[in-house]
């Protein structure tokens, strides 16, 4: 369990840090409404499902025949996490909300448009190759059911979140602008979340 407290503090940070999701829906919802952000996230957070199952039967299959393999693919991961770590400390704090460009686009566009956004984007496929092999949690589960655990919780923490961003737009919104270290905090906290991970990837035994 305390395997998946750390997983799900983790993708809380990462979830509430800026990115381009997270602006995504927070811009639509202020350009549209918060049903429209809603639909965006639901279709973002579908979207994991897909990534989850090829890293679920892919690494399973890795860990299965070579151990030192998938040493490689944590070292691997953890070294990718540090470089995102490097390009937050590299991108400026400033955060950009300016959702009045967005078009306007039905309940059913946003969820398919957030779902095709999400599943093409091969650095979600990625990240979760780096974020998710350190969370293994049991000795006695399949892999294939371990990742998929964590993908639905993966899933479940990022949509309520997303789905807080959604809903309270227009108030968060307004604390960003009227509080410019905002970007700032946001910032670190992302860059210390990556090194975290890294770091807890790198040093684990599993």
């Not at 309270?168 to 910032?187: A, D, Q």
């Amino acid at each position: 369990m305390e395997t998946l407290y750390a997983f799900s503090l983790a993708t809380a940070a990462l979830a509430i840090s800026p990115g381009p999701d997270n602006i995504y829906v927070l811009t639509q919802s202020l350009a549209n409404g918060k049903k429209y952000g809603l639909a965006t996230t639901g279709g973002l957070i579908s979207g994991c499902l897909v990534h989850t199952t090829l890293l679920a039967f892919g690494i399973s299959v890795i860990i299965r025949e070579s151990g030192n393999l998938f040493l490689g693919i944590k070292i691997l991961g953890g070294g990718y996490l540090l470089y995102l770590a490097f390009q937050v400390y590299r991108s400026p704090a400033a955060l950009s909300l300016s959702g009045g460009e967005v078009a306007k686009k039905g309940l059913w566009q946003l969820f398919k448009r957030g779902f095709i956004m999400n599943v093409l984007n091969p650095k979600v496929t990625i990240f979760f190759l780096a974020f998710f092999p350190g969370f293994l949690f049991s000795d006695t589960l399949g892999t294939v059911i371990q990742f998929y655990v964590l993908g639905l919780l993966f899933m479940l923490v990022s949509g309520l979140i997303f789905s807080g961003i959604a809903l309270l737009s227009g108030t968060i919104s307004e604390f960003i602008v009227h509080n410019k270290n905002v970007g700032h905090v946001l910032k670190w906290l992302q860059i210390t979340v990556f090194i975290g991970i890294a770091l807890y990837l790198l040093l684990s035994d599993k």
